[in-house]
């Protein structure tokens, strides 16, 4: 079994690859190996895995749906399905709602699983005599519309698809017919999910323009001169605290448009109408992409606002001034915008400024790096998010409730949760065990989505973040080398490649 460790090493970075830029990468991968000794050796073994949950305890069977101490282990599909449709005197447990709307995509499309649970909740009802029909299905009508309700208000994305919409006005129309308040409830609810679905529209809009004004390139590095007509980030703000809180404004409010099920998404299989309108016509993962896209563009801003200024004594003050900010991220709770500030600093144009170094006091970084040392699958990183986790359970003030975590990890730790445990256990049942730790893991990132910024806005410095442009890998290579010159020969090869290729560019341009 230990042979699957580099199978699933080489899968995951695929998966980076797909996701996040090489830098990046490089920031979070360097744990890939150790992370998969964590994984358990029977989450790679159904038997093993069967013998350690019912070794033991209570272990119970009700026909397809296998229980252990009172919890769902593992079910077929279709007795999961049938769990969730609500009757006259049931209705599912919240956890296993969200639980199995969350994982479900795994196995079947949620316009599927929809029009299947829609079904049943109707057919359930039907007698042979349409009045007792009509009862029946006016008793349970609020309890589906409560289902319908937490389905929208927690994985609204999925109503994208105009397929979902229709099934939704079906069931509108359906409930028109038997209950009236349960009609009005239905109405109430679509008007929000409507409302939701243009907020996301609004915020991918505003993003695609954001990312098109920051492609505009900066100025031309032909001289130090005319690179140091650009702004830096000392004009736009030079206040540690205030720009750690601008960046956690523009943390929170791109982490409150993940969908839960963008996590889920990039693991779910390929669906065969994937060029169907509506909900194919955006990426499943958008989102989530969007986010990690931030973290890349917040750490080669930091790397080009370091390599930009002509005087070694400017980059130096450059560099305390974004340690002082990592810091503060640091206190709020922000530890993405930490991670991609340490990323920034520490790419290779940056670290090699050795002159501009020496004039760094580096006590302060030195110790926000070991915060977030890759080393132990990120133990000391995973103490501080527990620490913030508390503080945020007991806080007295919205300030304390502001839990950031360093995103990737977060992808990495699902990823790895996912292909280390079998969806399906040998005798065909769905793996339940695995989902409810999926939805365990995506729960509190819906938690910590949740908090509103307590601080104020200002709008030029949060212009300044997200549309300043900022240069290339090949443009911070020779920025930097123009900073500090060439060590060895190798870097002089590198700097006269780098001035040929940039001035080929701009010249085709």
């Known amino acids: 079994m230990i042979g699957a460790f580099p199978v699933l090493e080489e899968k995951f970075s695929a998966f980076l690859s797909t996701h996040i830029k090489p830098t990046h990468k490089a920031a979070v991968s360097k744990f890939a190996s150790e992370r998969m000794q964590t994984i358990p050796f029977n989450m790679h073994n159904g038997a093993a895995a069967k013998a350690r949950l019912y070794g033991h305890g209570v272990a119970t069977s009700y026909g397809e749906m296998c229980y252990h101490d009172n919890s769902l282990v593992s079910a077929s599909l279709e007795a999961l399905i049938q769990h969730l449709v609500p009757t006259v005197d049931y209705y599912p447990d919240r956890s296993y709602v969200f639980t199995f709307l969350l994982s479900s995509r795994l196995f079947l499309h949620p316009y599927e699983l929809m ?83 243009s907020a996301l529209g609004q915020y991918e809009e505003a993003v695609a323009t954001l990312n098109a004004a920051a492609q505009e390139r900066p100025a031309s590095l032909k001289t130090k001169q005319a690179s140091a007509q650009r702004a830096d980030i000392l004009s736009a703000c030079d206040d540690p605290f205030i720009l750690a809180q601008q960046l956690t404004h523009i943390e929170l409010d791109r982490l409150s448009f993940i969908g839960p099920e963008e996590f889920i998404q990039s693991f779910a299989m390929k669906d065969p109408l ?62 993405n ?74 992808i990495k730790d699902i990823y790895f949760l996912n292909e280390g445990c079998a969806n399906r256990l040998s005798n065909g049942h769905i793996n339940f065990e695995k989902l409810w730790e999926l939805a365990k893991q ?68």
């Open 115 to 197: 029009t299947r649970v829609c079904h049943l909740c109707v057919e359930q009802q039907r007698s042979g005599d349409a009045l007792l029909d009509k009862i029946r299905f006016r008793e349970v009508a609020p309890k589906l519309v409560q289902l319908l309700t937490e389905w929208t208000e927690t994985f609204p994305y999925d109503f994208r698809d105009d397929r979902m919409m229709r099934c939704l006005k079906d069931m509108t129309l359906h409930v028109a017919r038997g209950d009236e308040y349960s009609w009005r409830a239905m109405q109430q609810m679509t008007q929000r999910l409507i409302k939701r679905l």
């Open 337 to 410: 915008s930490l991670m991609a500030i340490i990323t920034g600093m520490n790419m290779s144009p940056v670290a090699r400024l050795k002159k501009t170094w020496n004039k760094v006091n580096t006590d302060k970084f030195e110790i926000l790096e070991h915060q977030m040392d890759p080393s132990s699958n990120f133990s000391n990183y995973r103490t501080a998010l527990r620490g913030a986790t508390q503080r945020s359970e007991t806080a007295h003030s919205s300030q304390e409730k502001i839990v950031i975590p360093f995103f990737s990890l977060l």
């Open 274 to 335: 994937e060029n169907h309108k509506g909900f194919f016509r955006k990426r499943k993962t958008s989102n989530l992409e969007a986010y990690v896209s931030w973290f890349n563009r917040l750490s080669y801003l930091v790397a080009t606002e370091i390599c930009m200024p002509a005087k070694k004594k400017h980059r130096a003050r450059i560099i305390e001034f974004f340690i002082d900010v990592a810091q503060e991220c640091f206190n709020i709770g922000n530890f």
């Open 442 to 509: 995506v729960s509190e990132f819906l938690v910590w989505r949740q908090v509103i910024c307590p601080f104020d806005r200002d709008r030029r410095i949060l212009q300044y973040l997200v549309t300043t442009s900022v240069y290339t890998e090949d443009e911070l290579h020779l920025a930097s080398y123009e900073s500090e010159g060439p060590e060895n020969n190798m870097e002089k090869d590198s700097r006269r490649s780098l001035r040929s290729s940039l001035l080929h560019r701009e010249n085709r341009s």
